[in-house]
T-cell receptor
Framework: DVKVTQSSRYLVKRTGEKVFLECVQD?????MFWYRQDPGLGLRLIYF???????EKGDIPEGYSVSREKKERFSLILESASTNQTSMYLC??????????????FGPGTRLTVL | AQSVTQLDSQVPVFEEAPVELRCNYS??????LFWYVQYPNQGLQLLLK??????LVKGINGFEAEFNKSQTSFHLRKPSVHISDTAEYFC?????????????FGTGTRLTIIP
């Protein structure tokens, strides 16, 4: 069964802290994504990665960075957390379009609160 | 660039009644279209997708959607809803060959089933 896991379901951090959100997939997918979900705004793409050590900015990359040292793991980093980064964060993965016309598989999400 | 509009943020429906969730898209090129569902406290799950071919697409849990190119719409329908259909539904679009890659989401429609 396809599985995308995220390290925490709920996380509370203080303003200015460095925050790591971890995502692991067991499907050998090349593509991995980080989205932010806010009420009334839907899902917005933060960063994505097509391969190990490769990353591309999405629609809202400001205040975030990512790391992909291994194929199965994609980390989202908040260098200095701010209250406006309080949100639900969703990770997803997929195989390359040239191989499959499948779609993205999502993790359960991490609800981050920054105080 | 592509965009997706979900006209209704909330839709209340009586149990066993039919439902239609509306989705319109904007794009200067051909697109792939998706509907995802998010049950409470869970990640997103693919309901159905349109890549090419028949404009009527059937998905899981009795849902179907019809691609209408002239009206740039991809409305989701179910003839008889159940309590278990209570969830948030997201329409999304991507540009070929990127069916597995960058998705642009709508803002979501919260479907509430009234017993």
């Amino acid at each position: 069964d396809v599985k995308v896991t995220q390290s925490s379901r709920y996380l509370v951090k203080r303003t200015g802290e460095k925050v790591f959100l971890e995502c692991v997939q067991d499907m050998d997918h090349e593509n991995m994504f980080w989205y932010r979900q806010d009420p009334g705004l839907g899902l917005r793409l933060i960063y994505f990665s097509y391969d190990v050590k490769m990353k591309e900015k999405g629609d809202i990359p400001e205040g975030y960075s990512v790391s992909r040292e291994k194929k199965e793991r994609f980390s989202l980093i908040l260098e200095s957390a701010s209250t406006n980064q309080t949100s639900m964060y969703l990770c997803a993965s997929s195989s390359p379009s040239g191989i499959s016309t499948d779609t993205q598989y999502f993790g359960p999400g991490t609800r981050l609160t920054v105080l | 660039a592509q965009s997706v509009t979900q006209l209704d943020s909330q839709v209340p429906v009586f149990e066993e009644a039919p439902v239609e969730l509306r989705c319109n898209y904007s794009s200067s090129v051909s697109v792939y279209l998706f509907w995802y569902v998010q049950y409470p406290n869970q990640g997103l799950q693919l309901l159905l997708k349109y890549l090419s071919g028949s404009t009527l697409v059937k998905g899981i849990n009795g849902f179907e959607a019809e691609f209408n190119k002239s009206q740039t719409s991809f409305h989701l329908r179910k003839p008889s809803v159940h309590i278990s259909d209570t969830a948030e539904y997201f329409c999304a679009v991507s540009v070929p060959p990127g069916g597995n890659e960058k998705l642009t989401f709508g803002t979501g429609t919260r479907l509430t089933i009234i017993p």
